[in-house]
């Protein structure tokens, strides 16, 4: 699976949009880019997934660059509930269940 | 909806012992995976089972062996524990093997300390 490269830590204040961004420049063309995320004492929460087109879900909207090789997870309005580490992660089609976790970016939602 | 089930929740051990860790998956999910979680990292994967067979195995010791049920419960076990396996593990499940684009859903984990 490719790599992925995501910043350590990012602040957002509540009620505002959080970007968070993940680069994954060695991504093949039959990899998915998923997005997690894990609250404290959790395990973790599937956010949403795409290939190459824009996606959008109760939970966030996952934009992915024409070339693939960025992607940036939105959460529209965050709350303080959203505070967490959110990992981005690539997948192999048809490559068994194996999920391969970097290290995340601690996202901290402020009042 | 029930999501994916673990027990015990926490679990304290001591050098040499073993355990097992249960896993139940979401009704009508027969792909279930286990994932080790040092503080302060990302899960790593150990283990995915489906349809009662290994397929697929991280780069864990032989102490380390799981099985699924025909219900497709599963269970980890871990024998001769070392003070690094403390940590949180988690079972995730999915619809399928892992063909196509099925996420996998965690359970809370079991908290497993060794002194």
């Known amino acids: 699976d490719a790599k992925t490269t995501q910043p350590p830590s990012m602040d957002c204040a509540e009620g505002r949009a959080a970007n968070l961004p993940c680069n994954h420049s060695t991504i093949s063309g039959n990899e998915y880019v998923y997005w997690y995320r894990q609250i404290h004492s959790q395990g973790p929460q599937y956010i949403i997934h795409g290939l190459k087109n824009n996606e959008t879900n109760e939970m966030a909207s996952l934009i992915i660059t024409e070339d693939r090789k960025s992607s940036t997870l939105i959460l529209p309005h965050a709350t303080l509930r959203d505070t967490a580490v959110y990992y981005c992660i690539v997948r192999v089609v048809n490559a068994g269940n194996m999920l391969t976790f970097g290290g995340g970016t601690r996202l901290m939602v402020k009042p | 909806d029930a999501g994916v089930t673990q027990s015990p929740t926490h679990l304290i051990k001591t050098r040499g012992q073993h355990v097992t860790l249960r896993c139940s998956p979401i009704?009508?999910?027969?792909?279930v995976s286990w994932y080790q979680q040092v503080l302060g990292q990302g899960p790593q994967f150990i283990f995915q089972y489906y349809e009662k067979e290994e397929r697929g195995r991280g780069n864990f010791p032989d102490r380390f062996s799981a099985r699924q049920f025909p219900n497709y419960s599963s269970e980890l076990n871990v024998n001769a524990l070392l003070l690094g396996d403390s940590a949180l593990y988690l079972c995730?499940?999915?619809?399928?093997?892992?063909?196509?684009?099925?996420?996998?859903?965690f359970g809370d984990g079991t908290r497993l300390s060794i002194l």
């Open positions: 009704s009508g999910h027969k792909s």
């Open positions: 995730a499940s999915s619809l399928v093997t892992g063909r196509g684009n099925q996420p996998q859903h």
